[in-house]
């Protein structure tokens, strides 16, 4: 085991009554890669902070090895505004800027022809290796670089001016380029678009060299980057080594193990209080040891350990035969054409993710079809039944000065859902907001917590379909579980502007993809179908311009090759390749069927990217066969032609 980069010890932190760390620990070695999960509201970011030094905990103390730099990337990152993005990312280069000063003003000292020379060209040679070391000569470009790697196109653009979520790529690009010892990410993936995310994935295992501690609700990040997962239960951390997958399997293996412990502990309970209740006459002397038995096993009773899971419903109306169509769309905005020509009609039942680069205008056309916004050609038809439930990206129609309660339900205390009376406050419940929760002020809450409050608000109506601009943002894994199982069960429609991909793969039955100029393009099945798709099509697409421009050189001559007649092992090959070139287009024919049915992407899309590697088998398989058919042929022609000639 490497040294620890960070230890913390006995850590405690209270608001009020609400305890968020009771005594917990961790240490993070050198090169982990630690996911920190948790329920929102548990005190993930309260943790980060402490970790980072931000903030201090009532009690406890955190470590930092002496040559350790920690850096801390929180979900609103603060800088000087009139700083342009370059700047602020090229802070991440302090140590960098030091060695460069230090090296110019050596140099300044020997053009002057001051001091002892040879001592200022050993500090020059000295400081030349610490930039060296720090990244060479050329880091302004690396920053210009990372930013646009992150997607910031306006590097010369002032912090101030920049959105939330540009705001947060700055930031986190700053940590990227200064390569700490540890880097602290609360929410990284937040505002990034799917092609980024997956980049920084690669950069985090591949390239950065320091330890990570990472907190995020996105699932394949997770299995694909941490080394080692954390959980944020009640105040108590519990490590579990691996991603996602392997966290989710230890986990229920251990709530395996308290039931039966809590179960054995019931029944000693059961035992002891049935013979305390028959012998009221026998409790003296030794007997007394029984009674204290009972007694510390009452007082050793666990606090509730179940989870508590948030309950999500759609109280659907019901939808006529026409959802929602649109013909011929075309979307502008500023005179820039987001979406072309897009023909798209939604159905029941069907559930479209929607996915692009940031900026492509997912979100311009979501308002588009919800009406909000006017096409600039085509039309929107919706369905004289529909009726839509809309999350916006920004949380928006909240009051910060109202309590959760308040927001939500306004002065009702019941409402009707799916034709059943429902007490307001038992429906917060199923949000996860118990009585006193709901009496704090929204303006209080964590970016989590307002978004199931917004849920909890926008499910109170109606609606067959339901639209959701970046629902995965702030929310965490369990509640993220349980808006996935509400859409898998809703009956109506939804319409999901996501870069979470394991949300998508589990709910999208389409995908619709921003693909530039314009363009976009419907595929059926969930994410990882689509992503195999656009891989096959770019293998396509890089082939063919490999063969266009091969048809493009000059020929070479080259001389003419020796031809020859069939030898007798080729003559038997040639006579029993026609039926292998049978069976083999059969092969195509059946996997080709298998997936033109639409029963496979709807129900079955799990099996598509198998099939359609056996597709892709078989093809190369019949290729394979057609060209030595024809490489056979040509020289049995050869060779009866030279045989003639004789």
Known sequence: MTAPVLTARELCKAYGPQAI???????????ERVGLVGVNGSGKSTLARILAGVEAADSGEVATRRDATVLYLPQEPSFDPHETAREVARGGLADWARARACHEAISARIAAGGGDVGALLSEQGEAAADVERLGGWEMDHRVDAMLGWLGLSDPDAPFGRLSGGERRRVALARILLARPALAILDEPTNHLDVDTIERLERYLVDEHAGSLLLITHDRYVLDRVATRTVELDRGALFSYEGGWEQYLEAKAERLSLEARTEKNRQSFLRS????????????????????????????????????????????????????????????EIGGRRLVDGLDLTLGKGERVGIVGPNGTGKTTLLRTLLGDLDPAAGSVVAGKNTRFAYLDQTRSGLDDDRSILENVAGDRRRVTIGGRDVDVRGWLEGFLFDAAKQRQKVGALSGGERARVTLAKMLLEPANVVVLDEPTNDLDVTTLGALEEMLLELSGTALIVTHDRYFLDRVATDILSFEGDGRVVRYAGDYSTYRALRQRAERDAAV???????????????????RKGLTYAERLELEGLMDRIDAAERAVGEREQALSDPDLYAKRGHEVPALEAALGEARAALEALMARWEELEAKKEAGEQQAAGR
């Open 544 to 562: 063919e311009a490999s063969r266009r421009e091969e048809a493009a050189r000059p020929p070479t001559r080259k001389p003419a090759p020796e």
């Open 21 to 31: 760390l009771s005594g917990a620990s961790l240490s993070i070695h050198d090169g």
């Open 272 to 331: 002891e209080l049935d013979w305390l209740r028959r012998s009221p006459k026998a409790r003296t002397g030794k007997q007394k040891a029984r009674i204290h038995r009972a007694q510390a096993a009452l007082a050793a009773a666990p606090a509730g350990r179940r989870e508590r899971v948030a309950r999500l419903e759609v109280d659907g109306a019901r939808a006529g035969r026409t959802v929602l169509e649109a013909r011929e769309l075309r979307v």
